[in-house]
């Protein structure tokens, strides 16, 4: 019962996930690399929720602030301690990408992806990353 609960769970929360994602095209305009890149340059962004396959990893992530530097740095700070990384935003076959690379492997390594952005607005990213079977929604606190 309680492995049919859980993939129930797991498949509405796809459900809402992929309905709350849907748009009218990756178009230029909405999700090109200047328009992502200037959205994600305002301010401390934040982990809103993090799944991995069947797995909530939010909690692991939610107590981090991220900052995306025009540079191309990303750090991210929780308490007294503060990881750097590096991000980009790229444009191919009209899909715009995130990636996010940290030097800590863990919990931070997870997020080491090439993510495909789902959605957008000015106060937050919706991400997808196929191959692991990963979404991850930022937001601007």
Known sequence: MKQHMKALYTSALA???????????????TFGPEVTTETLLEGEWTV????????DRTEAFGSYGFDFEETGNLYA???LKTQSGYWN???????????????ETTPLGELNKKWQILNRSDNSV???????????KI???
């Open 15 to 29: 459900i809402v996930l992929m309905a709350t994602a849907c748009t009218d095209g990756n178009d230029w305009e």
């Open 48 to 55: 809103s929720y993090y799944w991995l396959g069947d797995v």
């Open 77 to 79: 700070s929780q308490a």
């Open 89 to 103: 935003v790229s444009w191919k076959d009209e899909v715009s990408n995130l990636v996010i690379q940290f030097d």
């Open 126 to 136: 919706f991400l997808e990353h196929d191959a692991s079977k990963a979404f991850l």
């Open 139 to 141: 937001v601007r606190k």
